[in-house]
């Protein structure tokens, strides 16, 4: 099974600021690595697929790359609806795993 | 516009079995594999498995393997999951899901809450 590893853990900054949230797998996954924004409630949503391509409706403010095991999602610039807790998955092996995920809090 | 709609919240005793729908519309039913996925109460996401709509084949986590079945109504639009023998552990929301681009999971149901308690 592939383990992902998510750091940091939590990342508290402010509005307008850069977020850069990190995933490292076990082994390589080619590109084959989704990420996912969940805010609390409500169901996760699909933001990046394929390591760098954003999903329908995601603003150009999220950003995602990386291959192998080296994986980054990078937010811009805050927008107060932006802080949530970020998943990453992967689909180059069963079963699909996630990591442990990061939660952009308001500093 | 894709919606995935999910049934209800349940209330179980340990040793007792759910069942959890997921009702699908604004695409073609067959054409995308549908996935299960749990959150425990304060934790991450756990993938249990999928279904293929088309040909109802199966692919489960090895950690659900012995106690999910997933299956499908191709002429209602639903597929459904199943958990036997539930454990005060599965306590959990259950989210279904319609795999997208890149076989990323693109379209979530709002995620059925059950809860396993004596």
């Known amino acids: 099974e592939i383990v992902l590893t998510q750091s940091p853990a939590t990342l508290s900054l402010s509005p307008g600021e850069r977020a850069t949230l990190s995933c490292r797998a076990s082994?390589?996954?080619?590109?084959?690595l989704a990420w996912y924004q969940q805010k609390p409630g409500q169901a996760p949503r699909l933001l990046i697929y394929?390591?760098?391509n954003r999903a329908t409706g995601i603003p150009a403010r999220f950003s995602g790359s990386g291959s192998g095991t080296d994986f980054t999602l990078t937010i811009s610039s805050l927008e107060p609806e932006d802080f949530a807790v970020y998943y990453c998955?992967?689909?180059?092996?069963?079963?699909?795993?996630f990591g442990g995920g990061t939660k952009v809090e308001i500093k | 516009q894709v919606h995935l709609v999910q049934s209800g919240a349940e209330m179980k005793k340990p040793g007792a079995s759910v069942k959890i729908s997921c009702k699908t519309s604004?695409?073609?039913?067959?054409?995308?594999?549908i996935h299960w996925v749990r959150q425990a109460p304060g934790q991450g996401l756990e993938w249990m498995g999928w279904?293929?709509?088309?040909?109802?084949?199966?692919k489960y986590a090895q950690t659900f393997q012995a106690r999910v079945t997933m299956t499908r109504e191709t002429s209602d639009r639903t597929v459904y999951m199943e958990v036997d023998t539930l454990r005060n552990d599965d306590t959990a929301v259950f989210y279904c899901?319609?795999?997208?681009?890149?076989?990323?999971?693109?379209?979530w149901g709002q995620g059925t809450l059950v809860t396993v308690s004596s």
């Open positions: 899901a319609k795999e997208g681009r890149g076989y990323s999971l693109a379209n």
């Open positions: 604004g695409y073609t039913f067959t054409d995308y594999f």
């Open positions: 279904i293929n709509p088309y040909n109802g084949d199966t």
């Open positions: 082994q390589s996954i080619s590109n084959f």
């Open positions: 394929d390591a760098s």
């Open positions: 998955q992967q689909r180059s092996n069963w079963p699909l795993t």
